[in-house]
């Protein structure tokens, strides 16, 4: 996989994510948002992981971007 091509880098966020392996989800979707910053999927995939976490205050900061 190139490490800086995003959809499979949201894919193995999105698998992680089912398995309910959170924070690796976070590390997959997290690498996604560096490539692309502007991408509103990755903001809400991040903020649908952190609220599978019950963390408040970052669902309300991916949600707001």
């Known amino acids: 996989i190139d490490p800086e091509y995003v ?3 949201i894919n ?3 698998i992680e994510y089912k ?3 959170y924070k690796q989800a976070l590390i997959y979707f997290s690498r996604a948002l560096k490539l692309e910053q502007n991408n ?3 903001h809400m995939n991040i903020a ?3 609220s599978a976490l019950k963390d408040k205050k970052a669902i309300i ?3 707001s971007k």
């Open 7 to 9: 959809p499979p880098l």
């Open 12 to 14: 193995l966020g999105n």
């Open 19 to 21: 398995k309910k392996n």
């Open 40 to 42: 509103s999927l990755i």
């Open 48 to 50: 649908g992981t952190y």
């Open 61 to 63: 900061f991916y949600n």
